[in-house]
Nanobody, 112 residues
Framework: QVRVVESGGGLVQPGGSLRLSCAVS????????MGWYRQAPGKQREWVAT???????TYADSVKGRFTIARDNAKNTVFLQMNSLKPEDTAVYYC??????WGQGTQVTVSS
């Protein structure tokens, strides 16, 4: 069974930074694509970023140039570095493994 656990969320002021982590167990991590999604209150879940098994990355236009997704296959972990945060980035952020498995989410709140 695949277990997905996110961490690193919190409260940050506009313009600040946060680094989210997603630890995956129970799978051959290195062969999977990994993604980050987010869901703001009253809105549908939206895709944020993806990193393939070959470490190719793609980003939603809303976060391009501010967020960076990366992976450490030795630690079965994927990261989302979020810089220049805006209030509209406030959401629960979810990690996804190979378009199949989901974590429980971590809250990110951007507010002064």
């Amino acid at each position: 069974q695949v277990r997905v656990v996110e961490s690193g969320g919190g409260l940050v002021q506009p313009g600040g930074s946060l680094r989210l982590s997603c630890a995956v167990s129970g799978s051959i991590f290195s062969i999977y694509s990994m993604g980050w999604y987010r869901q703001a209150p009253g809105k549908q879940r939206e895709w944020v970023a993806t990193i393939t098994s070959g470490s190719s990355t793609t980003y939603a236009d809303s976060v391009k140039g501010r967020f960076t997704i990366a992976r450490d296959n030795a630690k079965n972990t994927v990261f989302l570095q979020m810089n220049s945060l805006k209030p509209e980035d406030t959401a629960v952020y979810y990690c996804n493994v190979h378009f199949i498995w989901w974590g429980q989410g971590t809250q990110v709140t951007v507010s002064s």
